[in-house]
């Protein structure tokens, strides 16, 4: 995930040199829909949504619900050892929490990557419009006779949400499998018009910044199960705290010692107790759209 964000511009030409092809939007397009209605069986297909993006050469976008399913990337019911779907470095099986907490640490360096500065490297990562943006000031710097550095610079400096993203969607499970059999049923009867989606404005939950909704009716619908994972990494925006626990674990894997630093990891991972009557995901007051 952290490559396809970071190296997507050199990842997506090395994908061009090498296998002279890209994937059509559409094979992704009825890949969400099989996950979405349940249709495919990981531990048969020995690939999960996360896996078919990424060696694809598909779009990995943070805001995307299915990368945090962790139904959708791998088996959750696994019996025994015997019957693991992978190992770690040391060729042990990973299941159950294991396996659970190796992935919730990709979804947080997969945060981290999505919230660092924009460069050359990333620019394809970005959306339509904010390439657009950089483009046009790479033009009028030629014109004025500026470097491109100070492109690079200003850029740096502008954050993802600068424009709305229309490749974000609903968190809202409801509104997941409609949109994508309304999609799928349009391309079956070719009643697609080839142009760029318009973007819809989702809010974010008021809490962890992470889940998006369309509005506050469908944050409510997802409450009861979001709350539980609300606020607690990977569902927030990775910090201090984020970032000396990957600093600690990528260490450990190089055997190397990591000066301690005062942070309570158990508290990191558990996340901070929070009384339920008084959470609320998108405050009531805003507008229904």
């Known amino acids: 995930y952290v490559n396809a964000i970071l190296s997507s511009n050199s990842l997506t030409q090395s994908k061009l040199r090498n296998y002279q092809l890209h994937p059509p939007t559409d094979i992704f397009d009825v890949i969400r829909c099989l996950f979405a209605r349940s249709l495919v069986n990981i531990t048969h297909a020995r690939c999960g949504y996360g896996d078919c ?24 019911e696994v019996n025994g050892e015997e019957s693991a779907w992978v190992s770690d470095e040391d060729d042990v099986p990973l299941i159950e929490s294991k396996l659970e907490a190796r992935y919730d640490f990709t979804l947080v360096k997969l945060l981290q990557a999505w919230h660092s500065p924009w460069s050359v490297d990333s620019h394809k990562s970005f959306q339509p419009q904010f390439r657009h943006a950089v483009k046009t000031m790479l033009l009028v710097a030629r014109r004025q006779h500026l470097p491109n550095d100070i492109v690079h610079h200003v850029a740096k400096f502008l954050p993802r949400t600068a424009w ?66 609300c606020n607690r ?56 759209d």
């Open 164 to 229: 709305p993203d229309y490749r974000a969607c609903c968190w809202c499970d409801d509104c997941i499998i409609d949109n994508s059999m309304s999609l799928m049923q349009q391309k079956l009867v070719g009643d697609i018009i080839f142009q760029t989606p318009k973007s819809i404005l989702l809010k974010p939950c008021a809490v962890c910044q992470v889940a998006l909704y369309k509005n506050s009716e469908h944050a409510k619908k997802e409450a009861g199960s979001h709350r539980k994972v």
């Open 53 to 76: 993006l990424v060696w694809l050469g598909g779009e990995v976008i943070a805001s995307d619900p299915f990368l945090y399913f962790h139904t959708y990337n791998y088996p959750t």
């Open 233 to 288: 990494p990977p569902f927030r925006i990775p910090g201090q705290e984020e970032e000396y626990l990957c600093k600690a674990v990528e260490a450990s894997f190089r055997g190397d010692p990591l000066a301690p630093i005062d942070v309570d990891l158990h508290d990191l991972l558990d996340g901070e107790e929070s009384d339920e009557d008084d959470w609320e995901s998108i405050h009531s007051d805003d507008e229904e």
